[in-house]
């Protein structure tokens, strides 16, 4: 069924929340939505590549979290450009993750074990750097502006026509290869209807972000948040890996079945000690998405319920728990399933016990529909 069950769920969420409470379909909290997504998507992202193969990172919030701490030290106490610390901050993310890749791969420690001791690790780095108590305040305009920041309301449109234009031009294109090649293919109507459905989407939500959603009637604002496009272009760049490489067949094959890859000739434990790294590197943007958002590093960034929540956004949206089976995409929307019921509660004033016995009851019934599959499939014959 893959992400069916989640987009089904959002939508009901939306359904609900929208009767439920008149601000929740706002322009001003719809964005605040996006923002607040942003950092879950990204971390839920690369956390689909450890869970393609049956592996789970522990530490990826904790890594979020010290790669933002490096950023931020270097752009206060070093004072260099911020392009600079944000490389500095990702280069911290994906050496912790080579770290825990090597460890899982060459000595065969289970990652859950690799990953829980580099959980209570970094946490240790983070109180060292900063502090107990301490914290490092974000005041780059470029970092910070990430998540406060619109793009102009007629780069947003282009941007949007962009993104229908080149989605229909993919689903064209590959209509017009199985084609060529007497494959199967869906029928036009179906390619028709899934252009119009992202349209659809596409045009809502920038129509709803480019209305002026100020509350001070002396301010406008208007635009897409800058977090927005920097997630497509993340979920882009890792379906083209995922779907349109080597390596990321690969990744599926070693997911599926990791002797029968060992003996078509793929190197297992370097695609093992790979995905750590991408995984790694993926949570360094995130945390540095959220220390954008907060305006500030602290010795508790990406602790806490970072990781679960992303953990959670990764499974909701359809990714398997058992190796073999996910999507990049299915992060991303797993990820706005969470942010809605953390918002959506939140503008209804519920109590946070509330928040987390509904995120907790939907992520079990994700696992439940995937062990379900998974357990079919397997006496049909399937896998």
Sequence with gaps: MGSLPAILGLVVLFVVFGLANDRFLSALNLANLITQAGAICVLAMGLVFVLLLGDIDLSAGVAGGVAACAMALTVVNLSWPWWVAILVGTACGALIGLAIGVLRASLGIPSFVVTLAFFLGLQGVTLKLIGEGGSVRVDDPVIRGLTIENLSVPVGWALALAVVLGYAGVEAFQLRRKKALRLSHPPSGVILARVSAIAAVVFGVTVVLNVNRSVNPSVEIRGIPYVLPLVLVLLVVATVVLTRTSYGRHIYAVGGNAEA??????????????VF?????????????AASYAGKVSASSGAGNTLLYAVGAAVIGGTSLFGGRGRAIDAVIGGVVVAT??????????????????????????????????????SSGMG
Excluded: E, H, K, W
């Design 261 to 274: 890859a060992r003996r078509a000739g793929i190197s297992v434990d370097r695609i093992r000690v790979s």
């Design 277 to 289: 790294v991408v995984c790694s590197s993926l949570a360094a943007l995130s945390g540095i998405i």
């Design 341 to 378: 019921i953390a918002n959506g509660l939140g503008l209804l004033n519920q109590s946070s016990y509330i928040n987390f016995l509904v995120t907790g009851g939907v992520l079990l019934l994700a696992a439940s529909v995937d062990a379900i599959s998974r357990r079919r499939r397997s």
